[in-house]
């Protein structure tokens, strides 16, 4: 929930209009969906969060950046089993989901400690 809660102080400071979506999903053994409790800590109104127990998201932007290679580390941000998680990922402004998802502008994780860096990638957007 740290990266919850760095990411929202992070759009507290950010007056642009943004899409943001908060992909939830389990990692560990007998992880769950997040409670209202856990939802509540990012409540920026641009925000939508999702619950992804089948790691479609994660599997989506392997996949799309796989297909488009760049300069991205897509290991670095993946589990064993292949899931990335704990990571922030952003797009261009206007990015459109083809066959695949295009390669990001950025990503990086661990969330609450990219936050800095999430806020320099966003500037001239």
């Known amino acids: 929930m740290q990266g919850a809660s760095a990411l929202q102080d992070a759009l507290s ?3 642009k209009p943004l899409t943001v979506f908060a992909v ?3 990692v560990l053994k007998g992880d769950v969906a997040p409670t209202t409790e856990t939802l509540a800590h990012l409540s920026d109104p641009r925000v939508t969060q999702l619950w992804d127990p089948e790691h479609l998201v994660s599997t989506a932007i392997a996949e799309g950046m796989r297909a488009h290679p760049g300069p991205l580390p897509l290991e ?3 589990t064993k089993t292949g899931i990335l998680w704990d990571a922030v ?3 261009a402004p ?3 989901w083809d066959t695949t998802l295009p390669a990001p502008l950025w990503l990086d994780g661990d969330v609450d400690d990219v936050i800095t860096g999430f806020e320099k990638i966003l500037l001239p957007l």
Do not use: S
């Open 89 to 91: 990922v952003v797009y």
């Open 94 to 96: 206007r990015t459109t």
């Open 24 to 26: 939830w999903e389990p």
């Open 76 to 78: 670095r941000q993946r």
């Open 13 to 15: 400071r950010q007056p």
